[in-house]
T-cell receptor, first 119, second 115 residues
Framework: DTGVSQDPRHKITKRGQNVTFRCDPI?????LYWYRQTLGQGPEFLTY????????KSRLLSDRFSAERPKGSFSTLEIQRTEQGDSAMYLC?????????????????FGPGTRLTVT | AQSVTQPDIHITVSEGASLELRCNYS??????LFWYVQSPGQGLQLLLK??????LVQGIKGFEAEFKRSQSSFNLRKPSVHWSDAAEYFC?????????????FGTGTRLLVSP
């Protein structure tokens, strides 16, 4: 059973550097989501892809953040000119194509996350 | 705005005792509701979900939750807690007024299990 995978699991970087994270969703899941979770908080939605199209972006996603899903499979999240406030766990989730009756298509399956520390 | 409230930041329960974690939501339409569990340094695992129908839903690991529309609540319960249940629990609302399933999470409840 292959779940959602994320790489790297941990990243320590200095302020001002660029970082890129990768997410591999469950195969055949056409929907992919990025969330950010800071200490003591629940995850907050960042962005959503349906296949290769980025259909929604949160206001949390500043101009320094960019996400791609070029072939509708894996996705990358890049943060440019990192700031200490970017330190968080970045979570990726995927969900399958909706069925006529909805149901399990509304379940999101999460990866283990990438913990970013900006020093 | 849609929101989820988990009023208890921490809860300590003795092993073998019953558990109830509270969740209240604010959302104009009938929500999709979820409970997720997160172990330290890990991602989130889905425990159970409510979409429609029977308001008492069963999940994995012996958990259940009851949807009460009149109280805007979706509390999580377990009759007998095991030490391995110690983790952080998140309640979430799925927003169906968007073209996709955006989840709004509560701030979580950390469960501690004492021997």
């Amino acid at each position: 059973d292959t779940g959602v995978s994320q790489d790297p699991r941990h990243k320590i970087t200095k302020r001002g550097q660029n970082v890129t994270f990768r997410c591999d969703p469950i195969s055949e899941h056409n929907r992919l989501y990025w969330y950010r979770q800071t200490l003591g908080q629940g995850p907050e939605f960042l962005t959503y892809f349906q296949n290769e199209a980025q259909l929604e972006k949160s206001r949390l996603l500043s101009d320094r953040f960019s996400a791609e899903r070029p072939k509708g499979s894996f996705s990358t999240l890049e943060i440019q000119r990192t700031e200490q406030g970017d330190s968080a766990m970045y979570l990726c989730a995927s969900s399958p194509r909706p069925t006529y009756r909805g149901g399990s298509s509304y379940e999101q399956y999460f990866g283990p996350g990438t913990r970013l520390t900006v020093t | 705005a849609q929101s989820v409230t988990q009023p208890d930041i921490h809860i300590t329960v003795s092993e073998g005792a019953s558990l109830e974690l509270r969740c209240n939501y604010s959302y104009g339409a009938t929500p999709y509701l979820f409970w997720y569990v997160q172990s330290p340094g890990q991602g989130l695992q889905l425990l159970l979900k409510y979409f429609s129908g029977d308001t008492l839903v069963q999940g994995i690991k012996g958990f259940e939750a009851e949807f009460k529309r009149s109280q805007s609540s979706f509390n999580l319960r377990k009759p007998s807690v095991h030490w391995s249940d110690a983790a952080e629990y998140f309640c979430a609302v799925g927003l169906r007024n968007t073209g996709f399933q955006k989840l709004v999470f509560g701030t979580g409840t950390r469960l501690l299990v004492s021997p």
